[in-house]
């Protein structure tokens, strides 16, 4: 089993910046990739920035020159800075990981609860 603890989700006005955090623990072997999810009203749930073991990353281009992803694979956390935010941002974030319990477990993928981002002034 593995326990997702999301933080820095609130409320910001529009250019302004959040910090999103997710720590894993539990037992875990590995993590391969470790990512942000988002789903907004009315809205299908789409990926919002992923980051792999190595430090691949990937944004949906609606993000890209605004957030930034990054993880401390010691403390199994990724991070994702949100900065020039927009009214569109808004939307429930959930973590993902996709992680393994030992050498030879499938691949397994794991979401937080979510966290309410509002960009609005």
């Known amino acids: 089993q593995v326990h997702l603890v999301e933080s820095g989700g609130g409320l910001v006005q529009p250019g302004g910046s959040l910090r999103l955090s997710c720590a894993a623990s539990?037992?875990?072997?590995?993590?391969?990739?470790m990512g942000w999810y988002r789903q907004g009203p009315g809205k299908q749930r789409e990926l919002v920035a992923k980051?792999?073991?190595?430090?691949?990353?990937n944004l949906a281009d609606s993000v890209k020159g605004r957030f930034t992803i990054s993880r401390d694979n010691a403390k199994n956390t990724v991070y994702l800075q949100m900065n020039s935010m927009k009214p569109e941002d808004t939307a429930v974030y959930y973590c993902n990981v996709v992680w393994r319990s030992s050498r030879w477990s499938p691949e397994i993928t794991s979401w937080g609860q979510g966290t309410q981002v509002t960009v609005s002034s």
């Open positions: 539990g037992t875990i072997y590995s993590i391969n990739s």
């Open positions: 980051i792999t073991s190595s430090g691949g990353t």
